[in-house]
């Protein structure tokens, strides 16, 4: 790693609009009478249900167990009765609909029996990460990949750097922001964690520029546990404000100097990044013993008036969090889920807050607006914002003629979806939907050449097994044939052999 920051190409000087919601501390989301929790709140696998209807829970109960290698547990927000478990409005871009548990709260939030660790240092790596798993925690950034699955290096990989994420690049969010300014220690006692786990001695927590008292603030609770042997070669770096640093593979270009392989993850060049949130997440995970069954929210944006940022369970509808704000919103009226840049528009009422929804915004545009486009000038303006070098103009004549082959031998899957190239565009043209069509088609068109593949093998193998059948009944056929044959030609020859033995 070089102490000189390095740099993306393209990207953008964006008004990060995030004083709004940085005024008040953070706040608690009501409890709310009904908590729907989806099993899929994270990348890989649904989590399996080990409740069933009727059942009693209390706050922080396993609910949900990881199905799989690529999965984590899922827990009661709060205590109730699980009163459904079946298919609900669930947050995603297409409207889609999931398997969700509800439970009706009791109103009396009743933890379970917690197991804090004091000392993380008796447990084993392993027994570190299986823990994390059980307490459901998965990356907070947006991505909600399984956090213990990051902490594992496998034997192929030493770590050398620990990046924890304070960018927050994306305009609006501050929900990392606030829990660096107000949980700094907390975020710190993860570090400890993920430092021990990796047995990685460099960190670095990386926060722009435009966050002083986040940086401030991280810097004094570093100092006071300077003496603390796991927080040794832990450092803060303040990098320049640009979207979109918060990127993984931007942000270890702009800290180590060093890029991700195209295809490859972060580990292979040494490196391990986690988001702030999901950090103390994992803080208070081990050394409290509470799983995740909570996040902070940002509300934001120019219809709401109480803006801030709300730490708010799981489950809550996302409509009742924005009437606690006194947000100006008609019932179905659009809102967005994420950042104006990478966040899609949802309009449904009863969707439920989950482990990726960092943040909410009404009454402001999407980076890609749904209006209608003109045509393609090709100005060039789209390439030179992109900060993976792509070309977004052919990338989008290739994707709006289903060119897929195409748009593979251009890099599509390259793409971060990051929204520069049709925030830039003149033409207004929704360049990123596009791309995310692109993907979702090439990947259907894979799904269906596997199940194809799957169907031809299984025939082929149908026809071998048939072709092997009719050649073992003809061989047992022959068999059978020549015993007879064989039987008949010893009962003549024994005939035979009588009549001679009458004769003589
Ligand atoms: S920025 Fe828009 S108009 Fe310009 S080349 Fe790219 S797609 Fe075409
Ligand atoms: S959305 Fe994709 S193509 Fe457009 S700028 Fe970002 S990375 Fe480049």
Redesign the pocket.
């Known amino acids: 790693m070089t102490d000189e920051l390095s740099s993306f190409p393209g990207g953008l000087i964006l008004d990060g609009q995030k004083k709004r919601s940085t005024q008040t501390e953070i706040r608690k989301t009501p409890l709310s009478k009904k908590l729907t929790l989806p099993l899929q709140q994270h990348i890989g696998t649904p989590s399996a249900p080990i409740v069933k209807v009727g059942d009693k829970v209390l706050k922080g109960q396993k609910i949900a167990r990881a199905d799989g290698h690529l999965s984590v547990y899922l827990h009661a927000p709060s205590s109730g009765t699980v009163i459904a478990i079946d298919d609900q409005a669930i947050p995603h871009p297409s409207g889609l609909s999931g398997l969700c548990i509800t439970i009706e709260t009791d109103g009396k939030d009743t933890w379970i029996e917690r197991q804090p660790i004091e000392d993380f240092t008796t447990l084993t790596e392993h027994e570190v990460r299986q823990l994390l798993r059980e307490a459901g925690i998965v990356g907070l950034g947006g991505a909600g990949f399984p956090s213990f699955i990051k902490l594992n290096p496998g034997v192929h990989h030493a770590v050398e750097t620990l990046i924890i994420n304070g960018v927050e690049c994306e305009p609006y969010i501050t929900c990392d922001d606030m829990i660096m300014r107000e949980r700094a220690n907390g975020i710190l006692d993860g570090i400890q964690i993920m430092k021990y786990a990796l047995r990685v001695k460099r960190c670095v927590i990386v926060i722009e520029d435009n966050k002083p008292e986040a940086i401030s603030i991280m810097k004094q609770a570093l100092e006071e546990r300077k003496e603390c042997h796991h927080l040794k070669e832990t450092q803060v770096v303040v990098i320049p404000t640009r979207y979109p640093t918060g990127s993984e593979k931007q942000l270890i270009q702009v800290v180590t100097g060093k890029q991700v392989p195209g295809n490859g993850i972060p580990i292979e060049i040494g490196i391990v990044c986690h988001n702030v949130g999901t950090t103390y997440a994992i803080g208070r995970a081990i050394k409290y013993g509470e799983p995740l069954i909570s996040r902070i929210v940002t509300v934001t944006g120019t219809d709401v008036k109480h803006a801030g940022n709300f730490e708010t369970l799981f489950g809550t509808p996302m409509h009742e969090l924005l009437a606690f704000c006194d947000t100006h919103r008609e019932q179905g009226e659009p809102f967005i889920l994420g950042g104006p840049m990478m966040g899609y528009n949802l309009s449904g009422d009863h969707l439920p807050v989950t482990k990726t929804a960092n943040c909410i915004l009404v009454g402001v545009d999407n980076a890609a607006p749904d209006s209608t486009p003109l045509p393609c000038i090709r100005c060039g303006e ?1 390439a030179t ?4 070098s ?1 070309l ?1 103009q052919q ?1 989008y004549w290739f994707s709006r003629a289903k060119d897929l082959e195409k748009t593979r031998e251009y890099n599509l899957f390259d ?7 049709s925030y830039v565009c003149p033409s207004k043209i929704p ?2 939907h596009y ?1 995310r069509f692109a993907k979702t088609e090439t990947m259907n068109q894979e799904q269906e050449h596997q199940k194809a593949d799957i169907a031809r093998q299984r025939h082929e193998n149908r026809l071998t097994r048939h072709e092997l059948e009719k050649r073992e009944k003809e061989e047992r056929q022959r068999q059978r044939k020549a015993a007879l044959a064989a039987t008949k030609a010893a009962k003549e020859k024994e005939a035979l052999s009588q009549t001679d033995n009458q004769e003589n």
């Open positions: 789209c914002a992109c900060p993976v792509l977004p990338l793409c971060i979806e990051c929204g520069c190239c360049l990123v791309f």
